[in-house]
């Protein structure tokens, strides 16, 4: 349980199984932390990249990021973002590359490529509808049918898991048509892994009251971004174990495959 909700930046070791720990960081113009003081490379918003049309130069930013992030000890990226442009006033517009579903997916796909090839994670986010950053943390709830969402806010994540081969996704804060992201099987586990092939884990946004541990090892989110209800979330899956053994069993089971899958992919184990 802990290795699955203590995911905040980082996996943990398991020191009995010969498990290192992992290093995840944000952010979208370059590696970033809140924690503590960090060099590195500054690059131009993803809507100013998205404005060159060039394929090439997302490959040559995430390929440089890839770089970085080796040299830092990072094994993880929370980047980069493909949700949509929805209004001009979007408060994270900065970290999304276009209103286009087709350049966001093909921009992100480039920048994906370049930095796996360095052996990290990109964990492309945020799956998905998350346009609006007001209330965004408080359970947003956000409509569309299956026509809109399909063709315009998952369009770009299916370019970028297709094309890029992403190891890491991120779901989103939104609450779709009622439900959570992360805790969506059919967006997590029906469209995401089923249709569109992607192999690797899936982390949460940062965790706040309304993102519950037990939902999302059951529902395809297997590491939980958790700075703050830790304690309560391990709480959550002990009282779920108990009403559902198997089924949670099950879930924990197949979050640390997901995760330690991605892991293995990187510099951390090869």
Do not use: C
């Not at 943990?12 to 809140?34: H, V």
């Not at 080796?70 to 408060?91: D, E, Q």
């Not at 309304?210 to 009282?239: C, W, Y």
């Amino acid at each position: 349980m802990n290795y699955v909700v203590k995911g905040a930046y980082q996996t943990e070791a398991i020191d009995r199984l010969g498990i290192p720990a992992s290093m995840l960081l944000d952010g979208p113009a370059g590696l970033n932390s809140f924690f503590k003081k960090f060099k590195a490379a500054s690059f131009p918003s993803e809507n100013v990249l998205a404005a060159t049309w060039s394929n090439a130069l997302g490959y040559e930013m995430g390929e440089v990021v890839g770089k970085e992030a080796k040299v830092y000890g990072v094994h993880g990226w929370y980047a980069p973002a493909v949700n949509l442009h929805r209004t001009a006033m979007g408060g994270r517009n900065f970290e999304y590359f276009s209103e286009d579903p087709l350049l966001s997916g093909k921009m992100g796909a480039a920048v994906i490529k370049g930095a796996q090839e360095q052996d990290i994670i990109v964990f492309m986010k945020h799956f998905a509808m998350n346009d609006q950053e007001k209330n965004a943390r408080s359970g947003l709830y956000v409509w569309g049918n299956e026509q809109s969402i399909r063709e315009l806010h998952l369009r770009p994540f299916e370019i970028a898991v297709k094309e890029g081969k992403n190891l890491g996704t991120m779901s989103s804060f939104s609450m779709i048509n009622g439900k959570w992201a992360g805790g969506n099987t059919e967006l997590l586990n029906d469209v995401l892994r089923d249709e569109w092939g992607f192999k690797g884990m899936v982390s949460s946004d940062a965790v706040f009251g309304f993102m519950h541990a037990d939902d999302a090892i059951v529902a395809g989110n297997d590491l939980m971004l958790d700075t703050m209800s830790a304690p309560k979330n391990i709480k959550r899956i002990e009282q779920a174990y108990k009403a559902d053994p198997s089924g949670t069993a099950l879930g924990l089971r197949t979050s640390v495959h997901n995760i330690l899958y991605a892991l293995l992919q990187t510099y951390l184990i090869k």
